[in-house]
């Protein structure tokens, strides 16, 4: 095991329980693995948003987001940039074809996370940014064009109460459902 105990000096971990446990997540997600991901995950565990309120860890959205970044080939990047005790603050990345397809490329995130005793416990994205233009608004004016296509109401797993669903039978479908708005657009 040199290769994953020099991946944790490299990343200052070599001497943080939590940075080891938050560096194995990061791993886990990098992998698409959804089983390791939740074995990572401490039953008190809370997301902050960022309207202040907090969730807890929602296992079947983990995995169906899995599932979709599977289907639509994502590569997910990290960089641990900062430890502070239960604390690890990590830049991410997250590259796919959804993305790219809806025109704003790589998305990158400063995350907080904490964890103790082997388990995440708590996470909270600090900073969220789009490689070019606004994912929401691009995401909104893709989801209006594909409300007004005949037969994307009906395409199971594409369009559900007004918004995307993203799982494994969505992502071929968005991606089509992109090829095409993409051609129209151009």
Do not use: H
């Not at 939740?38 to 807890?56: H, T, V």
């Not at 993203?166 to 993409?182: Q, V």
Request: hydrophobic letters at 40%.
């Amino acid at each position: 095991m040199i290769l994953p105990f020099a991946l944790l000096l490299a990343s200052g971990c070599a001497q943080s329980d939590p940075c080891r446990t938050v560096e194995t997540y990061l791993r886990a997600l990098k992998a698409l693995d959804a089983d390791r991901i939740e074995a990572l995950i401490d039953p008190s565990f809370r997301s902050k948003r960022d309207d202040g309120s907090d969730a807890p860890f929602n296992y079947a959205g983990s995995r169906a987001n899995r599932e979709f970044e599977r289907g639509t080939r994502t590569k997910w990047t990290y960089k641990i940039v900062g430890v502070d005790g239960e604390r690890i603050m990590v830049l991410l990345t997250e590259d796919n074809e959804y993305y790219r397809l809806l025109g704003v490329g790589v998305r990158t995130q400063i995350t907080a996370y904490a964890a103790r005793n082997g388990k995440v416990y708590f996470a909270e994205g600090k900073v969220m940014v789009d490689e070019q233009g606004s994912y929401s608004l691009a995401k909104r004016a893709f989801l209006d064009w594909l409300k007004g296509q005949p037969g994307a109401a009906a395409d199971a797993g594409v369009n559900l109460s007004g918004d995307l669903v993203f799982n494994a039978a969505s992502a071929p479908k968005l991606l089509r459902w992109l090829r095409k708005y993409n051609s129209i657009r151009k």
